[in-house]
């Protein structure tokens, strides 16, 4: 592989619990009540692709814009600051630069949340390109944002590009990019929906994934090797 492209809610910060609150907490606001675990199960949507699933046509119609930018302000205020980055997120980027690997950022969040979150984790010098929902119409499982990445990416083949992500909708986007995913369980979900969403290898974390490092996907490949 020439090139990763990690999702970050999820893969690298521990955040999908608090995303799921501040969803539940937004949706309330607005006389709408919701299942914390069937809110959970659609982050890694964003918001475009998630309301639909809690609200009908005329509320996301007439409301759609409004509840998302309060919930965009909620997770600032009252829960942006207690997410934390996996273990071993900046060693398996250094892992991964010193094979010469190009490191790329792809989330469903907005650009300013992908700058914040790379200062959080300490990998701001590691990164060569970052996309976000800015820099794509549609959220994940659409190819969006997966596209736009490629295009920062464009002297890589395709073939050599993995893409990292916790959820079934990272492995689904990618996959409609014509890309492979590598599945991480920390965001919580099952092993058997990442499979089954076309992840090529599952890890339990960051970590995990670096302590395996040589027998995994990212591994450079010497010719002869099996």
Known sequence: MKAAIFDIDGTLLDSVDLHAEAWVEAFRHFGVETDFAE?????????DELMPVFLSEAQLRDQGETIEAYRSDLFKRDYRDRVKPFPGVRALFERLRADGTTIALASSGKRSEVEHYQKVLGIEDLVDAATSSDDAERSKPHPDIFQAALKRLDDVDRSEIVVLGDTPYDAQAAGKAGLATIGLLCGGFPEADLRAAGCIAIYRSPEH???DFEASPLAKRKPGDG
């Open 209 to 211: 994934l670096l302590a």
């Open 39 to 47: 809110v959970r199960s659609q982050i890694g949507k964003g918001g």
